[in-house]
């Protein structure tokens, strides 16, 4: 059975600091997934790595795929209180369907 | 366009009735997906849809629970017979296509509590 665990599972920090969310597997996953979640609302694609060592950056989030594509990271830069949310890291295999989600990191960002 | 939409929002329940749970997806998508998430926890597969071939049932945690997708379209959850360990909310994607990859993209959810 594949299993995504992801860490720390509760963050609250001040506003402006930095912060890295880890996503870790023992599994290879053809691609990996981030999404973030509000309350009363279904989970949102952030973005979609596949190749290992990848990088990519969205604004201040910046998200890095490993290079065995076992794990990933979610770095946030000068965090603001609207990033405040559920973010849940999904792998996927080639040629599948079945999504693997793993349990979330919930961040709240203080003013 | 019109996003992934899912009724009734909040369904509260008695043990032992059977309910049930209404997705209707993004025109066009050929997949289907339902999941379960449970308070803290991340999502669990329950089972998936693509076009005419069979459904993939696998992540059903028990018989008590079923899904249908008539037309290709609009999608039903039932669970009959509910208990407690049922509460949760159930969330319903589509996608324009299954594999990796691809994008999708999530209803609100339907909160169920089972009393």
């Known amino acids: 059975t594949q299993l995504l665990e992801q860490s720390p599972q509760f963050l609250s920090i001040q506003e402006g600091e930095n912060l890295t969310v880890y996503c870790n597997s023992s599994s290879v996953f053809s691609s990996l997934q981030w999404y973030r979640q509000e309350p009363g609302e279904g989970p949102v694609l952030l973005v979609t790595v596949v190749t290992g060592g990848e990088v990519k950056k969205l604004k201040r989030l910046t998200f890095q795929f490993g290079d065995a594509r076992k794990d990933s990271s979610l770095h946030i830069t000068a965090a603001q209180p609207g990033d405040t949310g559920l973010y849940l890291c999904?792998?996927?295999?080639?040629?599948?369907?079945?999504?693997?989600f793993g349990a979330g990191t919930r961040l709240f960002v203080k003013a | 366009g019109a996003g992934v939409s899912q009724s009734p929002s909040n369904k509260v329940t008695e043990k032992g009735k059977d309910v049930e749970l209404r997705c209707d997806p993004i025109?066009?998508?050929?997949?289907l997906y339902w999941y379960r998430q449970s308070l803290g926890q991340g999502l669990e597969f329950l089972i998936y849809?693509?076009?005419?071939?069979?459904?993939?049932k696998s992540g059903l945690p028990s018989d008590r629970f079923s899904a249908e997708r008539t037309g290709g379209s609009v999608s039903t959850l039932t669970i009959q017979r509910t208990q407690q360990e049922d509460s949760a909310v159930y969330l319903c994607?589509?996608?324009?296509?299954?594999?990796?990859?691809?994008?999708?993209?999530f209803g609100p959810g339907t909160r169920l509590t089972v009393l």
């Open positions: 994607a589509s996608s324009l296509r299954s594999g990796s990859k691809d994008t999708q993209y």
């Open positions: 999904a792998g996927q295999n080639t040629g599948g369907f079945k999504t693997i």
């Open positions: 025109s066009g998508h050929t997949a």
């Open positions: 849809f693509q076009g005419n071939s069979a459904p993939d």
